[in-house]
């Protein structure tokens, strides 16, 4: 398959039709890529993962690109990707706290949404709607949509992680549209791109490697264990 794009986490070939494939590498990047690691196996749990979530939130009706699992990823329609990333919290931490000065732990209920722009270069920084929609990043409608999109996801998988006896704390979400011009949910959903927590607060996702907690393949296989354990 032809590369088309080679990132700090993932691959995307160009497959049949008008679909993608998506390849998870070992490689994990934290603080904007000055943290590197490639533990051997994560990129193949963490497309476990991914696969498995889409599967979910698709067969709950939310639009997504992926298409079907394959090894070591998926296939996807292809899209184009919106600069405007959306990241919803359940639980104040990261950078919520650190930035507006908030307890650690502290619970958001309703969940908070932010967006973010996708930029590497600033370190994909905090905007409001207002620029969003003066830049041209995505229109008040865009936005909307993603909001609604971004909060029913996270309605569906906070109860799934629940029953696996896990906490979903923040998760981030990007769209893209589709040569049909759906605007579909994309990317990846992993403990990449997420914070999972068990009851005793215990990390199951990147922050395992951002503050050297531990085993980060192994966080990520307890993660699918209990997923799969839940949804077979
Ligand atoms: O760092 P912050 O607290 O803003 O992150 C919120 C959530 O968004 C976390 O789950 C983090 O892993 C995710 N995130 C991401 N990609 C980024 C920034 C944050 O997946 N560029």
């Known amino acids: 398959m032809r590369l088309l794009y080679e990132g700090k986490s993932k691959r995307i070939y160009e ?8 390849e998870f590498k070992d490689d994990v990047t934290a603080f904007n890529g000055q943290k590197r690691a490639a533990p051997p196996g994560k990129g193949e749990i963490t497309a476990r993962i991914s696969n498995l979530l889409f599967e979910y939130l698709k067969g709950k009706g939310i639009p997504t690109h992926y ?12 899209v184009r990707i919106l600069p405007v990333e959306v990241v919803v919290r359940n639980v104040a931490t990261g950078s919520i706290v650190k930035r507006l000065g908030l307890e650690k732990g502290k619970k ?3 969940p908070l949404v932010e967006y973010f722009y996708k930029n590497d270069d600033l370190g ?7 620029h969003a929609i003066y830049f041209g990043w995505a229109t008040e409608e865009e936005l909307k949509r993603m909001k609604d ?15 696996a006896g896990l906490r979903l704390i923040d998760i981030k ?6 040569s049909d011009r759906n605007l579909l949910l994309a990317d990846e959903i992993s403990p990449d791109t997420s914070r999972i927590w068990d009851d005793e607060g215990r990390s199951y996702d990147k ?7 531990g085993d980060l393949v192994k966080a990520y296989g307890e993660v699918y264990r209990r997923l799969k354990g839940v949804l077979g």
């Open 207 to 213: 922050d395992v490697f951002r503050k050297d907690l």
């Open 173 to 178: 979400y990007e769209f893209g549209y589709d």
């Open 108 to 110: 958001l209920s309703p």
């Open 124 to 130: 994909d920084p905090l905007v409001c709607e207002g």
């Open 67 to 78: 298409v079907r699992a394959g090894e070591r990823g998926f296939y996807a329609k292809k």
């Open 149 to 163: 999109l971004s909060l029913k996801a996270t309605a569906l998988l906070t109860d799934l992680f629940s029953r």
């Open 15 to 22: 497959a049949e039709g008008d679909l993608v494939f998506v």
